[in-house]
């Protein structure tokens, strides 16, 4: 199915609570890590969200939807409509407190007849152009989803991928605590059949969720069940690209670092 003519939509899940960082002053998606310009030139602090809000942005992407909870209104405070970051920002509140899936999914009655770009917003990618990148391997290939592939610094955070003997997409495997696997997945774009195969896919869920239960359902946990319905997952390998992730204290104090000499 070909959606040539789609606007792309950004999501944003910023629900979390920041449990491996806490007590942080404000929101770790507007924590600062390095500067940067403002529109009339001015050098300002740059936060955490700006990468990512930045890198939607070289690939034509202005519209994007934050879907944060009700404690985290600093976020709104600080981007507000988005004007200052060149973009046209709206805010969801988190409905099922079932993990970043569910957040995903808050925004579906708005994006789901969109082409859909999702990143971490407290994951700092380099290179920032990865969505154009994307954006032409979506179409190029026809393709219902395509993720960024990087090789991974520390694979007991993050989605692991495996391959196949076709080098095709098999499985995911969430935060393992060891493994021989190389790539992770910091960015993808989806197409409204795999925005309808999420929804459809956790409405399930949802049924299955009893009282005493506490589901954390991730992303790559749906990607793989769109894998056993026999469908097929494209991507592009950054072998060059590099990431950090500033959810822990030593990671955040790297990326100050870092970002402090730009």
Not at 3 to 20: C, E, K, Q, T, Y
Not at 110 to 120: E, H, L, Q, R
Not at 124 to 150: H, S
Not at 161 to 167: K, T
Request: charged share 20%; net charge negative.
């Amino acid at each position: 199915m070909s959606f040539p003519d789609m606007d792309i939509v950004a999501v944003i899940a910023a629900a979390g609570i920041s449990s491996r960082l806490s007590p942080i002053p404000c929101s770790k998606e507007i924590l600062p890590i390095g500067t940067g310009h403002q529109g009339d030139g001015t050098r300002r602090p740059k936060v955490a969200i700006q990468y990512l809000l930045e890198s939607f942005r070289m690939a034509g992407i202005t519209k994007t939807y934050i879907v944060i909870r009700t404690n985290k209104w600093d976020i709104p405070a600080f981007l507000g409509n988005g004007n200052s970051e060149g973009m046209d920002i709206a805010y969801l509140l988190m409905g099922l407190p079932y993990g970043a899936a569910f957040s995903v999914n808050q925004s579906f009655p708005f994006t789901g007849s969109s082409i859909v770009a999702f990143g971490f917003p407290d994951i700092i990618i380099q290179p920032q152009n990865v969505y154009r990148t994307l954006a032409v391997k979506l179409r190029e290939e026809n393709a219902d989803v395509v993720l960024g592939l990087f090789p991974a610094t520390n694979p007991q955070k993050v989605d692991m991928i495996q391959f196949d003997g076709s080098n095709r997409i098999s499985r995911f495997v969430i935060k393992p605590g060891e493994t021989e696997l190389h790539y992770t997945y910091l960015t993808a774009l989806w197409t409204p059949v795999f925005s309808k195969f999420m929804n459809d896919y956790l409405a399930g869920k949802c049924r299955e969720i009893d009282a005493d239960s506490d589901p954390d359902i991730h992303v790559g946990d749906v990607l793989q069940a769109f894998i056993n319905e026999g469908n097929t997952i494209q991507y592009s390998k950054f072998e060059e690209g590099t990431y950090i992730d500033i959810g822990t204290v030593d990671d955040y104090s790297i990326a100050v670092m870092k970002y402090m000499q730009k």
